[in-house]
T-cell receptor, first 110, second 112 residues
Framework: DQQVKQNSPSLSVQEGRISILNCDYT??????FLWYKKYPAEGPTFLIS?????DKNEDGRFTVFLNKSAKHLSLHIVPSQPGDSAVYFC?????????FGTGTRLKVLA | EAQVTQNPRYLITVTGKKLTVTCSQN?????MSWYRQDPGLGLRQIYY???????DKGDVPEGYKVSRKEKRNFPLILESPSPNQTSLYFC???????????FGPGTRLTVT
């Protein structure tokens, strides 16, 4: 039973446009939600996180939105750049445990 | 520079031969964790450690052991590896909760 789902395995976006990556979860007890980016042959790197008591967090080009009633979060990247091409994982955290989604491969076209 | 190192980076072994993947961090973080990444399944947490001598199971602990005898090191032990443990393994260190975890570069393990 997948508690954190990323239903889009891949996404292509033109450079300069907005990228929107989506994530759904089933457990209302998660305290934090996080996004990580992963390049091939490297470990994931942290992008941004949001507490379950907030609905928006922004850091530069990256904004995460949390809709608790829909159990849905999204990552917006504006403007998208070719260097953003990577696999993006959303994750949910409760106490010390982390549940990751299966990832969405983003391709930003120049 | 904040760093998590893993060794070895690549390993091919045979079923049943005990192995250890080492993980070391230079950031003095209390929290460390092991994950495996498999196609179509994303990252799954194997074990985590909240501090020295304190460890607990993640979602997929079967077939793995860990120990945390000192803050900087968190080795992953496979007592009797099997082919279904062929995977890409990541160690991470950081502050638990909504804060950044720093991941190592990964260890690709093949069990034949």
């Amino acid at each position: 039973d997948q508690q954190v789902k990323q239903n889009s395995p891949s996404l292509s976006v033109q450079e300069g446009r907005i990228s929107i990556l989506n994530c759904d979860y089933t457990n209302s007890m998660f305290d934090y939600f996080l996004w990580y980016k992963k390049y091939p042959a490297e470990g994931p790197t942290f992008l941004i996180s949001i507490s379950s008591i907030k609905d928006k967090n922004e850091d530069g080009r990256f904004t995460v939105f949390l809709n608790k009633s829909a159990k849905h979060l999204s990552l917006h990247i504006v403007p998208s750049q070719p260097g953003d091409s990577a696999v993006y994982f959303c994750a949910a955290s409760g106490t010390y445990k982390y549940i990751f989604g299966t990832g969405t491969r983003l391709k930003v076209l120049a | 520079e904040a760093q998590v190192t893993q060794n070895p980076r690549y390993l091919i072994t045979v079923t049943g031969k005990k192995l250890t993947v080492t993980c070391s961090q230079n950031m003095n973080h209390e929290y460390m964790s092991w994950y495996r990444q498999d196609p179509g399944l994303g990252l799954r947490q194997i074990y985590y450690s909240m501090n020295v001598e304190v460890t607990d199971k993640g979602d997929v602990p079967e077939g793995y052991k860990v120990s945390r005898k000192e803050k900087r090191n968190f080795p992953l032990i496979l007592e009797s590896p099997s082919p279904n443990q062929t995977s890409l393994y990541f160690c991470a260190a950081g502050v638990a909760g909504g804060y950044e975890q720093y991941f190592g570069p990964g260890t690709r393990l093949t069990v034949t």
